[in-house]
């Protein structure tokens, strides 16, 4: 196995604001000059194309949809309210874009329109793993809204067939009544972080992927021995970042969690004591997960589903995911419906560490591979 080269990059700014200025817009400055309809349920109806209506099912991952207060949930209201010929249904596959892979492979049906939350290291697997293309190259054309994407953001997908709608950043979050800031990672296999761990499996996690992404950067070839020295220290490996966070570090099973740099806003939203929710930043970094929107190969609801694209990039959708999705927004400018607890506690690395396609084609799978028979079995 080869290492590549991972890129780390400054943060855009200093403090929030990765998406530009990260603040609620009011309601005489309405941020865009370029879409006057961007508040979301102002449309004329009488202006709707022919294909707005029928049931677009999205594909998407489970804190998506459930828990207090979904982004899914406002995204229905909101976009039906917009289009009221329209119906959106939500799925949450188990084993998230290999449901679609594996359907793909048996020549089955891909129950899908619109993929919600697709990663580029979950695009690569699904390529090298489906052997065909599940998903088509993007119209940029009838996506009014994409110009306002910041550039950084931009997926290097070589067929073009996904668009960034948000952007988080993974790393350690931990309880500061027990334990101080892990400064590298190094400090994780410390006696002070014994049995503390809750990590993510990188074969059907998203930000599971993202960490060992990131210990792949940090120590190359030696990043299975990294890991050997987590689980000697009791590092704790479950399925998801719902098993690991709401089901584990939520419930004082664990410590120390692999989550994202946004914690303090969700925990702040949800009252809860802002000690035990302390989010590290080793050596300055965290992983940024760019998280896209891709519409699948042979939808019979293309208009729905290009309309869908285009209303998750308004400036109301973004601000409502960055509350709700506790994400930062991916497109630039003020948002409508960002709550000051993003503003206030939502935090950037000082460096990002990133990774594009081209890093992970060809690489990615054997990494996997290589972390589960070692460290899984």
């Known amino acids: 196995m080869r290492r590549r080269t991972f890129v780390r990059t400054g943060a855009v700014a200093a403090g929030?604001?990765?998406?530009?200025?990260?603040?609620?817009?009011?309601?005489?400055?309405?941020?865009?000059?370029?879409?006057?309809?961007?508040?979301?349920?102002?449309?004329?109806?009488?202006?709707?194309?022919?294909?707005?209506d029928g049931t677009l099912r999205i594909a998407t991952y489970s804190s998506m949809v459930t828990g207090e207060n979904p982004?899914?949930?406002?995204?229905?209201?909101?976009?039906?309210?917009?289009?009221?010929?329209?119906?959106?249904?939500?799925?949450?596959?188990?084993?998230?874009?290999?449901?679609?892979?594996?359907?793909?492979r048996l020549?089955?049906?891909?129950?899908?329109?619109?993929?919600?939350?697709?990663?580029?290291?979950?695009?690569?697997?699904?390529?090298a793993a489906a052997g065909v293309s599940l998903f088509e190259t993007l119209d940029r054309s009838r996506l009014e809204r994409e110009s306002?994407?910041?550039?950084?953001?931009?997926?290097?997908?070589?067929?073009?067939?996904?668009?960034?709608?948000?952007?988080?950043?993974?790393?350690?979050?931990?309880?500061?009544?027990?334990?101080s800031a892990p400064e590298t990672l190094d400090e994780l296999l410390e006696e002070r972080y014994e049995n503390a761990l809750l990590a993510q499996d990188p074969r059907y996690s998203t930000p599971g992927r993202a960490f060992l992404l990131w210990t792949?950067?940090?120590?190359?070839?030696?990043?299975?021995?990294?890991?050997?020295?987590?689980?000697?220290?009791?590092?704790?490996?479950?399925?998801?970042?719902?098993?690991?966070?709401?089901?584990?570090?939520?419930?004082?099973?664990?410590?120390?969690?692999?989550?994202y740099t946004t914690d303090q806003v969700a925990a702040t939203v949800a009252d809860r004591d802002l000690e035990r929710h302390q989010v590290a930043t080793p050596g300055g970094e965290a992983v940024r997960s760019v998280e896209g929107?891709?519409?699948?190969?042979?939808?019979?609801?293309?208009?729905?589903?290009?309309?869908?694209?285009?209303?998750?990039?308004?400036?109301?959708?973004?601000g409502e995911l960055a509350t709700r999705n506790v994400q930062f927004p991916a497109v630039e400018g003020e948002y409508v419906g960002v709550e000051e607890a993003f503003v206030d506690y939502a935090i950037e690395p000082d460096e990002a560490v990133t990774t594009t396609y081209d890093?992970?084609?060809?690489?990615?799978?054997?990494?996997?591979?290589?972390?589960?028979?070692?460290?899984a079995d």
């Open 16 to 52: 929030v604001g990765v998406a530009g200025c990260v603040s609620p817009a009011t309601d005489d400055d309405p941020g865009d000059d370029d879409h006057e309809d961007d508040e979301v349920n102002g449309a004329d109806d009488s202006e709707e194309d022919a294909g707005d």
């Open 71 to 104: 982004a899914g949930e406002w995204l229905t209201e909101a976009f039906e309210a917009e289009f009221p010929d329209a119906e959106l249904e939500w799925t949450v596959p188990e084993s998230g874009i290999d449901h679609y892979v594996q359907r793909t």
């Open 148 to 179: 306002r994407i910041q550039q950084e953001l931009s997926f290097d997908d070589p067929d073009g067939r996904i668009v960034p709608f948000g952007v988080g950043y993974v790393a350690p979050v931990y309880d500061g009544r027990t334990h």
């Open 216 to 259: 792949i950067a940090t120590y190359g070839e030696e990043y299975l021995e990294y890991w050997e020295g987590l689980l000697d220290n009791g590092l704790e490996v479950r399925r998801s970042w719902t098993d690991t966070y709401r089901d584990g570090y939520l419930e004082g099973e664990r410590s120390t969690v692999v989550s």
């Open 293 to 318: 929107m891709a519409v699948f190969e042979g939808s019979e609801e293309r208009e729905l589903a290009y309309e869908f694209l285009d209303f998750v990039l308004s400036r109301q959708a973004q």
């Open 107 to 127: 020549g089955a049906e891909v129950d899908a329109d619109v993929y919600l939350g697709l990663s580029v290291d979950g695009l690569v697997l699904a390529d």
């Open 359 to 375: 890093d992970l084609e060809g690489e990615l799978e054997g990494w996997i591979e290589a972390w589960a028979s070692e460290i």
